[in-house]
């Protein structure tokens, strides 16, 4: 079974960066997503590399936030700039084994492998 881990998370100040990273365990072909958690919400996809390579976004992250992989090393990147305190939350990597649309991330329940989590924590 692939696991994934993810690092990168931390406290920022309005208008900083991170960036996330998720190193999987071995090479996964499929769809890459990044999703994020806040207390009593539903899990959220916000950026999704297809299997194709191609990237989607949710409106609220578009042109802040990029993903990226080194396929050499296994990982995946969140890069994330101009952060916001609505940014606060828990980020999740997560793998779609069957592969996913190519116009937006996937929901939640089509995830086959999660991430413990990496906590962001965006002050004003």
């Known amino acids: 079974q692939v696991q994934l881990v993810e690092s990168g998370g931390g406290s920022v100040q309005a208008g900083g960066s991170l960036r996330l990273s998720c190193a999987a365990s071995t090479y996964i072909g499929s769809c890459l997503a990044w999703f994020r958690q806040t207390p009593g919400k539903e899990r959220e996809g916000i950026a999704a590399m297809d299997q194709g390579g191609r990237l989607s976004y949710v409106d609220s992250v578009k042109g802040r936030f990029t993903i990226s992989e080194d396929k050499s090393k296994y990982t995946l990147y969140l890069q994330m700039n101009s952060l916001k305190p609505e940014d606060s939350a828990m980020y999740y990597c997560?793998?779609?084994?069957?592969?996913?649309?190519?116009?937006?991330?996937?929901?939640?329940?089509?995830?086959?492998?999660w991430g413990q989590g990496t906590q962001v924590t965006v002050s004003s």
């Open positions: 997560a793998a779609v084994l069957g592969g996913c649309r190519w116009y937006a991330p996937p929901p939640a329940a089509l995830v086959d492998v």
